[in-house]
């Protein structure tokens, strides 16, 4: 609820005010974990791939009124997110999800300090672009940017992985045209 429909009640309370003024920007917090699986964190990978798909839609409807809308996906930045103390710990309901779920948590765990992310060049990064200054100022507003090295390879790859897959069934895709 809080990750789509906390983002959306924010979003309609300010559009009135933007569409008056005829400027603004719309900044969604995405993640890599919309990019690709995830395992046992399905539901927030989820809701961060929602996130995506309604900043598109919404940049859509409001860039003709001057506005704009971003979903930024952040990759791992070096931040207390992946600390234990920070979650919950990890319960698998089902004994043969355990070993899988011991894996990942050990992970996320060994990651944990490693995250090539640094938190404070994200924020520099993030005001740059909806502010159009540094080096943002040079390039056209992104619907969508991929934070940090980890995420941009995440979304390269998943990428890739979308354009090999359509090619190999192009056939089928075309064979239901008339």
């Known amino acids: 609820s809080t990750n ?5 009640n924010v979003t309609r309370a300010f559009l009135p005010y933007m569409r008056e003024r005829k400027t603004g920007t719309v900044v969604f917090i995405g993640s890599i974990g919309g990019w690709r699986e995830v395992p046992y964190a399905g539901l927030y990978a989820t809701t961060k791939y929602a996130l995506r798909g309604i900043s598109e ?17 952040f990759g791992y930045f070096r931040t207390s997110f992946l600390s234990a103390d ?25 990651y944990n300090g490693k995250q090539p992310g640094n938190p404070l060049k994200g924020v520099e990064v993030i005001l740059d672009v909806v502010r159009g200054e540094g080096a943002a ?10 934070l940090g090295t980890d995420c941009y390879n995440v ?11 359509i090619e190999e069934w192009k056939e089928v895709s075309f064979s239901t045209d008339f």
């Open 4 to 8: 789509v429909f906390g983002a959306l």
């Open 57 to 73: 839609s919404l940049d859509a409807e409001i860039s003709p009124l001057g506005l704009r809308s971003i979903c930024i996906d």
């Open 86 to 110: 920070q979650r919950s710990p990890p319960v698998a309901r089902i004994p043969d999800y355990r070993p899988t779920l011991d894996k990942t948590e050990a992970s996320l765990q060994a």
């Open 137 to 146: 100022a040079v390039k056209s507003f992104p619907r969508g940017l991929a």
């Open 155 to 165: 979304v390269k790859a998943e990428s890739e992985k979308i354009l090999t897959r």
